[in-house]
């Protein structure tokens, strides 16, 4: 069985960066979908980032365009999530999830079905 952890989390300064870990483990390697999402307290989950199993094809979310960069060792079994200039709505719990491979991936919380445990991020002065 599949099974992925998040690491890397933390508290961070507003304008500074992070890259978060997932650990693939069980069933690899494989061509799944890997998707990063968060949730921020009294709001839903949303797609942050996603990379496609078939084609590595890639897509952001709107409100990290040109912040985030999603990526995948797959000698080590890893996928990374590079988030720069941060601000306070980059706060919430994210999870790293895989889903089917496809040739490219969505951003829908539903094309997924096996999740992280989810790793706090805390952008604060």
């Known amino acids: 069985q599949l099974q992925l952890v998040e690491s890397g989390g933390g508290v961070v300064h507003p304008g500074g960066s992070l890259r978060l870990s997932c650990a693939l483990s069980?069933?690899?390697?494989?061509?799944?979908?890997i998707g990063w999402f968060r949730q921020a307290p009294g709001k839903e989950r949303e797609g942050v980032s996603c990379?496609?199993?078939?084609?590595?094809?890639?897509d952001n979310a709107d409100a990290v365009k040109d912040r985030a960069l999603i990526s995948r060792d797959d000698a080590k079994n890893m996928v990374y999530l590079q988030l720069d200039d941060l601000t306070s709505e980059d706060t919430g719990v994210y999870y790293c999830?895989?889903?089917?491979?496809?040739?490219?991936?969505?951003?829908?919380?539903?094309?997924?079905?096996?999740w992280g445990q989810g790793i706090q991020v805390t952008v604060s002065s």
């Open positions: 999830a895989a889903g089917p491979g496809s040739l490219a991936c969505s951003l829908a919380g539903s094309a997924f079905q096996i």
């Open positions: 069980g069933s690899t390697p494989n061509r799944d979908d």
């Open positions: 990379i496609s199993g078939l084609l590595y094809w890639r």
